[in-house]
T-cell receptor, first 116, second 115 residues
């Protein structure tokens, strides 16, 4: 069965600094998607960034980028120039390819604090 | 475009009662998934519906059930409530299909407290 692990329950970063959140996953599939979702306190979860497993190039969305190491099954999120609004729970998530429909497996989450 | 709407947002029930939660997906989204979020277990997949059919189901007891209507709105029901059912229940919708990016669009959740 596929699993997603986030080894850092809590992280903190100074405003304007850079922080990296770790994620590893286990799968025997070759076709899958990886995601980072953000859940601010008492607000709905939103997608931060997405990576298709067949793409070698790491995804980037403004201040957010990933380091996708397929062989190592590692998918870390780097947040540059951290802002107060980045404080949230961050979930790493995995989804098999098209045939798995919409069953997404989430990691336990990392709570990120941003220090002014 | 309206987002995913979940009702009710908060509810309190007692053990043994049942509860029904509702989810209206984003217009045009035909897939609706349900997740249970608790501090101890994190986010756990309950089930997913597409065109009124349950396509995928997580490892939850039969007390947890759901359905989807022809307008893609979905409901989930929990019968014979237990204290451990206290959680935030999240609904997510997506386009699904060959153009599927895999992205889920979440509602704000229904927070259930069982006393």
């Amino acid at each position: 069965a596929q699993t997603v692990t986030q080894s850092q329950p809590e992280m903190s970063v100074q405003e304007a600094e850079t922080v990296t959140l770790s994620c590893t996953y286990d799968t025997s599939e070759s076709d899958y998607y990886l995601f980072w979702y953000k859940q601010p306190p008492s607000r709905q979860m939103i997608l931060v960034i997405r990576q298709e497993a067949y793409k070698q190039q790491n995804a980037t969305e403004n201040r957010f980028s990933v380091n996708f190491q397929k062989a190592a099954k590692s998918f870390s999120l780097k947040i540059s120039d951290s802002q107060l609004g980045d404080a949230a729970m961050y979930f790493c998530a995995y989804k098999m390819g098209e045939t798995s429909y919409d069953k997404v497996i989430f990691g336990p989450g990392t709570s990120l604090s941003v220090i002014p | 475009k309206a987002g995913v709407t979940q009702t009710p947002r908060y509810l309190i029930k007692t053990r043994g009662q049942q509860v029904t939660l509702s989810c209206s997906p984003i217009s045009g989204h035909r897939s609706v998934s349900w997740y249970q979020q608790t501090p101890g277990q994190g986010l756990q997949f309950l089930f997913e519906y597409f065109s009124e059919t349950q396509r995928n189901k997580g490892n939850f007891p039969g007390r947890f059930s759901g359905r989807q209507f022809s307008n893609s709105r979905s409901e989930m029901n929990v019968s014979t409530l237990e204290l451990g059912d206290s959680a935030l229940y999240l609904c997510a919708s997506s386009l699904s299909g060959g153009w599927n990016t895999g992205e889920l669009f979440f509602g704000e959740g229904s927070r259930l407290t069982v006393l």
